[in-house]
């Protein structure tokens, strides 16, 4: 995580400067691990507190490379020379970190790593053992090294700020070596924060996340009752998990406070883990109003106006019949079939597979797109929602299989001008993720919808989910041109705020 040569000088949040250099600079310039990542969504990408975001900027980063101005994971780019992803901060010619002297504290530490343990009930201090210069030698200097990094770790002032930005401390990583416990960080944090540890969403979670939604059947066919539709979006906007009186409660960490973005997913009675689940958001967020629970099923309504919250509805799922959009017949679709067939009449397109070699074509493709929708005026909450689909696309091409997500591309003469990606929310229910197709090509999203839909009607599918529209009219006018069968009703609850 820590720049070729940016291991060095040790400086924790101002409390202690001047620490020895764990990895000499000799080694650093020679290792091609450090500051690239693999995914998009890698968890190692280093974390930056608000200063350390506000001195990156100030040395010339994007504002845009962090989600969250108040503290977060930077947003990886690319990498322009080949496979995989650099922080941004990585200037891959050189081999040389741009933010050096103002690197934040995740960067300082390597290869030294602060993580939960095991059993996620103690913070540690971790090394990893993966920093190909600690492989090869003795680790009587790392060791020294930590002894120093642990004094520091433990005085009041670096703890505060830990504390506050609980995202510093990682998954417990089995390649990491644990070096010793940090009680006094643990202590802070669970005050802090509670002390049910929340746990950042990984890949490895979705297993777990899928039988607690199996299990809640708490469905009522909201496409947003699956993992892919969460997990895509965990680049951007973090999410975490706990368990709370036996329900599975996901939380997303916005730049607004802290939310849920379904109801805690349980078999039985949700009354002791949605109280205790606003009982952690209140704590987090103060009195705010982003304490909320989104995505709930017109089932749960009665019981949860019962219990005294407060429930209003958001924009519904478009739901259509697998049948109506596979033949597009009659007079009501007499526009879509008309450029579907124009499309066919032109000829050269074909609808195949995608491989994950079509990645860099899809990045461009989503580029291409996104300037023509701005060029036409998009309003500003579609601007931003376009800004903040970039990291979600990526996670889609690079973790389909994972993410059980299918994704198919559209070809003109062999030149990629579409893609979708979409999964089965039941046996009877297909829901479409992502689309994307190139403007200028008239027909082109017609067609390549047209082609899914029939795809997926051969494979079983009875009803196609297009989602909800975001609240923007424009997407709601083009799902309301496919006359869909049923809208199904989503609400968010909250609790009733006292003046
Ligand atoms: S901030 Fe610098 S040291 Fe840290 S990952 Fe980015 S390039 Fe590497």
Redesign the pocket.
Known sequence: ????H?KNVMALTGAARGLPQAVPNSACFHCDV??RFPDPDSAL??YFTDEEIAS?VDRGLKASAFPDLNGSQ?TLVPNPQGEGFL????ESTTGR????DQ??L??RLYPLVLMWNASHDEVVLGWDSTCPYTKEHVPDSIRRHADQVLAVLEEQSTVRRIADHPRLVGRFQSEALVLAPLPGLTQAISTRWGPEQCRRLVLEDLSRLKTALDRSKMCGSLAAYSAPYHYMWNALLPYWWMDLEGALCLFIQSPDGWFMPLPPLAAGALTRPLNKAFGLMRQWNGASAVSRVENVPAVLVPALVEMGYRVVPKSPDYVYRADDLARLAGDRYKSQRALCNRVEREGGMVVELFHPRDRAACRALLHKWRSQKLARGADPLAALLLEDSVSAHEVAWSHASELQLTGSVLRRNGTLCGYTFGYWLDRQTWCVLLEVTDRTIPGSAQFLFRETCRHARTEGAEFINTMDDSGLTGLRLSKEAYHPAARIDSFVCSEILQP
């Open positions: 995580m820590a720049a070729l940016a450090c500051c990408r280093p990156a930077v922080c941004p901060a990585f970190c741009l933010i050096y690197r934040p995740d960067c």
